[in-house]
């Protein structure tokens, strides 16, 4: 069984003023939605279980590891982490070398099966940086995810995608479920969370600066409202 344990943890980038403190929590496998509003931490936090950036307190162990203190081809191998701007982690010149890129770094084989699900072959000898914002987050996410990893953290996969990356994604998570891994996602929007199935949600409570973790059927509006996030049908005071 893969876990992700968070002790006595305080995230953000200012020791005097974190974004989210005091966090215990046990992720095991499954499907997890982190919803919060904007700046509440959302990314750091994904940051921090990825070891992308260190803790200001306490600790974080993924299967058992510290994430921060191993090197970054062996954090590959554990967690699939994808960037909310797919731009922001593409390095090399055409799309089938970025699909390559951490396989070759890792010496983890890419699962094709996945890769091909996500991204067509027309796309292959294309530049990732000339891709359209969907294309883009197809290409982000199969470059990842594509070594198959135990631990995926999505950061906002379901931007940019249109009615076909949606659905495709939803099959892509379904897998996920079945091989028992954990997936944390972030979104804004939990009507489109509500597409797979997850089993918990994570909700940021900016002002408290904590975090709240719940079954996924008991989310309410009214949590949402007060938290500042989307719910799943907007409501009056949305559109008024």
């Not at 200012?14 to 700046?39: C, H, I, M, Q, W």
């Not at 995926?152 to 079945?178: C, H, M, Q, S």
């Amino acid at each position: 069984m893969n876990e992700i344990l968070a002790t006595d943890l305080a995230i953000g980038y200012d020791e005097n003023s974190p974004l989210l403190k005091n966090l215990n929590f046990r992720l095991t496998d499954g499907v997890y939605v982190l919803l919060g509003a904007n700046g509440s931490g959302k990314s750091t936090l994904l940051k921090t279980i990825a070891g992308l950036i260190p803790p200001l307190h306490g600790e974080v162990y993924v299967n058992g590891f510290k994430p921060h203190f191993l090197r970054r081809k062996d954090v590959a191998k554990l967690i699939g982490y994808v960037w909310q701007n797919p731009f922001h982690g593409f390095v090399e010149p055409t799309v089938e070398r970025e699909i390559l890129f951490i396989s070759k770094q890792t010496g983890v084989e890419v699962n094709w099966k996945l890769v091909h699900k996500l991204v067509p072959p027309e796309l292959f000898e294309r530049s990732p940086f000339t891709l359209s914002g969907g294309e883009a987050k197809r290409v982000s996410l199969a470059s990842v995810i594509g070594l198959d990893q135990p631990i995926w953290l999505l950061d906002e996969p379901f931007n940019e995608l249109d009615f076909t990356g949606v659905k495709v994604f939803t099959g892509i998570v379904n897998y996920a479920r079945t091989k028992g891994k954990i997936v944390v996602i972030t979104t804004h929007y939990p009507g489109l969370a509500d597409l797979v199935k997850p089993d918990y949600y994570l909700l940021i409570n900016r002002q408290r600066g904590i975090l709240v973790m719940d079954k996924w059927s008991n989310l309410s509006d009214e949590d949402l409202v007060k938290n500042e996030v989307i719910t799943r049908v907007l409501r009056p005071e949305f559109t008024s």
